[in-house]
């Protein structure tokens, strides 16, 4: 994508509600205005600081929660954008949920029951490491429910998701996106090296090979469930360091936008000596 630099990060990438979506033609490589990696660095580490200071008056405000999705194929970055991007922020305010395979007592339930229950609290970050959107994705690609079933899920979402925005939740869907050649480049580097090996399971190969299935559901669930109170963002996600400034200026310009504020202390404290 070709975008003028004056957009906002958040407009550069959004999913438009109802728009055709074609993931090809988001540039997984895009750098946006950096030509070196150094300035992207650099730019991160005043972002964070920037970050930190948002979610200090975020916590103290106390009036809104912010969720935060990351959906992305294996080896996509997901872990990445939680460690670098969150990096500084008081642990206090962030809940990190990681979405697996579910157990047999959460089968049991609607597939919204346990994402319900991980939604953030009143003045918290939640973050999703996958999400309900599994539900979407994996489900509809290994066919593990039938087609009418997984079909009624967008609107089920969208519906959900609604909810959490009307009752106090700013909700933010970040779909990391990189190619099929990326991919293979990073599970070779797991397979290769020895702090990462344990990150390599071998049905993530099984998985790579319904690449294609995977990018249908993809686009399905980004264009089906892009809304204006949940927004999808595809963001490029070949270069890491590209990746962890667009997530931090999506969410600076979206915490910036709420404005949270301290609360008004009480009255009176000026006159208050402390012996
Ligand atoms: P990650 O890859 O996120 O680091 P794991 O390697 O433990 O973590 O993978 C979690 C697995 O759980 C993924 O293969 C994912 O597709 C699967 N999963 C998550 N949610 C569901 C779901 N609702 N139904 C089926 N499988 C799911």
Redesign the pocket.
């Known amino acids: 994508m070709s975008l003028s630099h004056s957009d906002s990060y958040s407009d550069r990438y959004r999913v438009l509600p109802g728009a055709a979506l074609d993931l090809d033609a988001y540039d997984a490589d895009d750098r946006g205005p950096y030509t070196r990696k150094k300035e992207a660095v650099a730019d991160l580490q005043a972002l964070r600081e920037q970050l930190r200071a948002l979610q200090e008056r975020f916590y103290a405000w106390d009036k809104r929660s912010l969720l935060i999705v990351l959906q992305a194929m ?1 080896t996509g970055g ?2 990445g954008v939680i460690e670098h991007v969150m990096h500084g922020v008081n642990p206090q305010g962030v809940q990190v949920t ?5 157990t047999p007592e ?1 089968l049991a339930h609607d ?1 919204l029951w346990r994402v319900h229950k991980a939604a953030p609290a009143r003045r918290m970050i939640g973050i999703f ?2 999400s ?1 959107y ?2 979407v ?3 509809r690609v ?1 066919n ?1 429910v039938p087609p009418d079933v997984w079909g009624q899920r967008y609107e089920q979402i969208n519906q959900f998701e609604r909810l959490l925005a009307d009752t106090g939740t700013v909700i933010l869907k970040f779909y990391l996106h990189i190619t099929k050649d990326e991919q293979a480049q990073r599970l070779q580097a797991r397979l290769d090296s020895p702090d990462k090996r344990w ?1 390599f ?1 071998m ?2 190969l099984a ?1 790579r090979k319904l690449w294609d299935d995977y990018m249908a559901a993809y686009t399905a669930a980004l264009s089906q469930c892009s809304t204006a109170h949940a927004p999808w963002f595809v963001v490029p996600a070949n270069r890491k360091w590209y990746r962890n400034v667009v997530i931090a200026n999506i969410l600076v310009e979206t915490l910036t936008q709420l404005d949270p504020q301290f609360p008004q202390p009480e009255a009176g404290l000026d006159d208050v000596v402390i012996v």
């Open positions: 294996d997901k872990d990681p979405f697996k395979v579910p959460e597939f490491n996958r309900h599994e539900d994705l994996v489900v290994r593990l990150k399971a049905g993530d998985e």
